[in-house]
């Protein structure tokens, strides 16, 4: 039996060779990390509910025209993407302060920021993901200024439709990442959304009750992290009442 080709292996997911040129397996782990990979648990059934949410908004922005890497969701825990260039940025769009705004200016967790705010970190895991300014993206080429561009006008729609799409399920945006690649068409070059969108990479709060239904359960150590990930999915529409993935204890590995 053959071995796929391992691309690339990160913290919640693996990359694979996929059938055929040009195409990826993305592959959703159960291991769930903070603090750059500090503190880190596997927790069951985890990967399975970010690959059924990120398919449904990856879809869903495909639909208004946002061009993304993605194909199909081929079986529990993988999807079939297109093979992306990854470009080195977190791009994080914020509507109301949290986590590492909230503590940089003392603002209180919760208040709605007056403009939505766009922000960029290197993707570097040996310096901690630095926040970067355009000017240092542009001066040390990490994309260009057409590049940037695009990426803008997408992470500003891309945020204004989601906002809506969780509002229509009773849940508010607060903030989240993504990532962006190039992807080539013969000798032609389009900015494409990548990665994922999930409860690992978002805050979604409860319009109702402000409870935490994203990454932050596990952050804060406030437990039922795969049961909110589980009513996310489940407001969304995507996942059938009866339809409750095996369930373990979390294991804390580190
Ligand atoms: N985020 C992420 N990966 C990272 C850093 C941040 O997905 O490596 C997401 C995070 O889940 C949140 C948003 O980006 O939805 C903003 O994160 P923040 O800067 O507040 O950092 P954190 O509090 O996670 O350290």
Known sequence: MNRRRRIYEGKAKIIFEGPETGTYIQFFKDDTTAFNARKHAVIEGKGVLNNRISEYIFSRLERIGIPTHFIKRLNMREQLIHAVEIIPLEVVVRNVAAGSLAKRFGLEEGMPLPHTVVEFYYKKDSLNDPMVSEEHILAFGWATPQELEEIMAHAVRINDFLSGLFLGAGIQLVDFKMEFGRMWEND???VVLADEISPDSARLWDMQTGNKLDKDRFRQDLG??????QEVARRLGILNEN????????????
Do not use: W
């Open 188 to 190: 032609m070059m389009q």
């Open 224 to 229: 039922g992290l795969v049961e909110a990930y």
């Open 243 to 254: 339809e409750t993935p095996r369930l373990k204890r979390p294991v804390l590995v580190k």
